[in-house]
């Protein structure tokens, strides 16, 4: 086989053929995993959306999955009165803004960001339409609910955090406040023997 000679004049003679037109679309249009349970239409990627979107000569950004990075992929649909939160909302504006940087950095190129194309009816990335739960949403059915032995989140990164700065892990109790079983009466009754204890 015989080497190519690379030189800038061979290079600077190479078709480049991007259309420079660029349209950006919902995560899931491209990965149905990432959506909420029961909700998936097909079983990977919209393609026939996507044939469409490559029969102009446009190619696709992936804007990330908001719900799926904040709340995992086993989430049930919730409406945007129940994901209208600081928190959320300040995740959201932070994967926004390096998304904005992509299109200033095409913008700056002179290409066309030709659309974002985002999910109507999605509490997250609807553009015409996002969707209310008058009750909150997020229960389809019954649901088996068990409690493990474990810490909460919030709790678990807590104590990680202590530990990384070396400082004292308190200790720690929890209120029986979301253990159906437990009337508030025990809630009580088990507060107060174990405050006991540890003043
Ligand atoms: S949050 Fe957006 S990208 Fe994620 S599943 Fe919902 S509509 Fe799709």
Redesign the pocket.
Known sequence: MKDEAVTTESLNNLEDMRSKKIIFV???LLNSN???MERARYPGIFSDVVKIIDSFGIGIMQ?P????LYSGCQRYWGGKNVFESAGYRKFCRTLAAQVADYMENYHMAGYQVVCVLG?DG?P??GVHFTNHYENGGGRPKAIQRSLLEEPGIFIEELKRELEARNLPVPKMDGLGMDIMAKSTDEILADFKAYIAQVV
């Not at 999955?65 to 799926?68: A, I, K, T, Y």
């Open positions: 919902c995560n899931c990432n959506k909420v804007l999955c908001p719900e799926m999910c999605s997250t990335c």
